[in-house]
């Protein structure tokens, strides 16, 4: 079956601008993460779904960050005034439940001129 | 909270040789230990998982893992290296709503 997919691949903005990152997680699986990962470093936890909620955002590292999950498959990553900083690899994971095997996207690729 | 100290950044080894890598981890409860390969440009892999029961854990291409408490240690190993496992590694922590990775240890396989 189809695995967790990410769009865009690659994103390409100017500093200041708005940009969603999308997420199409397993179908089936209840659980959604998302993480950041900058160039080095490992995966960093931002924001877990448990159905339609954010059952945990404490990751989130300020208000321009918000995810929504408004049925509880897709999810959308959301990001105001982007800043140089936010350059990274935005991965998504789902599972089919917390502290299950979480499967991960290929990432989005996120470059903030 | 709980978290991941990967040690060593870079590991190289030989084809045939024995892989090490190691992982100590920090948790107020019992947990959940993983680790992950990525290959260059693929999204992350699960290798192996620990959750409760045996302490020895093996997971695909021959690697296997072992959870001792007493040290807060899940170190991954494989006995004979592949030129195809050149990857990242991480090592994961989970507790009830998410999980941490390590900085992860990229392994070379030489020749």
């Known amino acids: 079956g189809a695995g967790v997919s990410q769009t865009p691949s690659n994103k390409v903005t100017e500093k200041g601008k708005y940009v969603e990152l999308r997420c199409d997680p397993i179908s089936g699986h209840t659980a959604l993460y998302w993480y950041r990962q900058s160039l080095g470093q490992g995966p960093e936890f931002l924001i877990y779904?448990?159905?339609?909620?954010?059952?945990?955002d404490s990751g989130l590292p300020n208000d321009r960050f918000f995810a929504v999950r408004p049925e509880g498959s897709v999810s959308t990553l959301k990001i105001q005034r982007t800043e140089r900083g936010d350059s990274a690899v935005y991965l998504c994971a789902s599972s089919l439940s917390r502290n299950n095997e979480q499967f991960f996207g290929p990432g989005t690729r996120l470059t903030v001129l | 909270a709980q978290s991941v100290t990967q040690l060593g950044s870079h590991v190289s080894v030989s084809e045939g040789a024995l892989v090490l890598l190691r992982c100590n981890y920090s948790s107020s409860v019992p947990p959940y230990l993983f680790w992950y390969v990525q290959y260059p440009n693929q999204g992350l892999q699960l290798l192996l998982k620990?959750?409760?029961?045996?302490?020895l854990v093996k997971g695909i291409n021959g690697f296997e893992a072992e959870f001792k408490k007493s040290e807060t240690s899940f170190h991954l190993t494989k006995p004979s290296a592949h030129m195809s496992d050149a990857a990242e590694y991480f090592c994961?922590?989970?507790?009830?709503?998410?999980?941490?990775f390590g900085a992860g240890t990229r392994l070379t396989v030489k020749p």
């Open positions: 779904f448990q159905g339609t909620g954010a059952a945990d």
């Open positions: 620990y959750t409760t029961g045996a302490t």
């Open positions: 994961a922590v989970s507790e009830p709503n998410d999980m941490r």
